[in-house]
């Protein structure tokens, strides 16, 4: 199990993330910060950058901020 801090952008022109440090990293969102948008893209993003299953990617806080602490399953 692993811990990482995101700061996040939404409404941007494309996907991208990028690599801050080994636990830190900035990820650019498409989708609006409306209705949890953003954040179920978040982690759709995130599995798929960390090669793991969308539901191995969880919120520890930070679900209504732009920086947010997620938790990495590779169970």
Do not use: C, H, W, Y
């Amino acid at each position: 199990m692993k811990q990482i801090l995101v700061k996040v952008k939404p409404s941007s022109r494309q996907i991208k993330v990028e690599k801050i440090s080994n636990s830190e990293f900035k990820v650019f969102l498409t989708a609006v910060a409306q209705n949890n948008q953003a954040n179920r893209q978040l982690l759709k993003v995130l599995a798929k950058f960390f090669q793991l299953k969308p539901g191995q990617v969880l919120f520890k806080s930070g679900l209504k901020s732009r920086t947010k602490k997620i938790i990495l399953r590779e169970d």
